[in-house]
């Protein structure tokens, strides 16, 4: 089995935790809410821990750069970074008062997130000085790439079972999120 597949498998589950996260985050509790914290901070993790296998060491079995042409490598690279810049401008959370953030950058602070918080539990000083990585430049970064597969596997023809990239476009992920928001809701309240 071709291992694009299985990095489609992983890309997915980010992309649609992702937009369960977003309606979490839409949630409006008293600060504190337990249940509410334990749901945003398990799908944030699941998230990093994810994106890691496919963004994370050049060693990994499914890094990017495995599932990609050579040749196309600095071009997706620079694909990476404009994405990256995207979706800081428009995120609420993590690195919106930098200009620009290199996707080195970037890629070291969720690198260090994870091996600091998700995977270990690093002292508590170390944790209030952890930057948080920016949840829509994790979605953007794995979108690009979920793209870019799926296209090199054959588009829809080639790729059965697994959703076009556009059912992750901003507009259809936001309608899925309202719906995400209300059933959460509705079910926290009653």
């Known amino acids: 089995m071709d291992k694009r597949f299985l990095a489609l498998h992983v890309m997915q589950s980010i992309l649609d ?3 369960v996260l977003m309606a979490v985050d839409r949630l409006e509790f008293e600060n504190g809410n337990v249940l ?6 398990s799908l944030f993790h699941t998230i990093c821990a994810d994106w890691c ?8 079995k499914h890094h990017w750069k495995k599932l990609i042409d050579e040749n196309e490598h600095e071009r997706f690279r620079s694909e990476l970074e404009s994405g990256l810049q995207r979706a800081l401008k428009s995120d609420a959370l993590g690195l919106k008062t930098f200009e620009h953030v290199s996707y080195t ?5 969720v690198r260090g997130y994870r091996d600091k918080f998700v995977a270990h539990l690093d002292q508590l000083e170390v944790l209030k000085k952890q930057r948080i990585p920016s949840p829509r430049a994790l979605r953007e970064t794995t979108l690009l790439l979920y793209s870019k597969i799926y296209k090199d596997l054959g588009g829809d023809n080639g790729v059965r079972n697994f959703a076009h990239p556009d059912q ?13 928001h209300k059933l959460l809701k509705n079910g926290i309240e009653s």
């Not at 509410?36 to 901070?41: E, F, H, K, S």
């Open 168 to 180: 992750f476009s901003t507009e259809m992920m936001y309608k899925k999120v309202s719906g995400f």
């Open 53 to 60: 296998k496919l963004f994370g060491k050049w060693e990994e």
């Open 105 to 109: 950058d970037f890629h070291t602070l």
């Open 36 to 41: 509410v914290a334990t749901l945003y901070n």
């Open 17 to 19: 935790a992702s937009e």
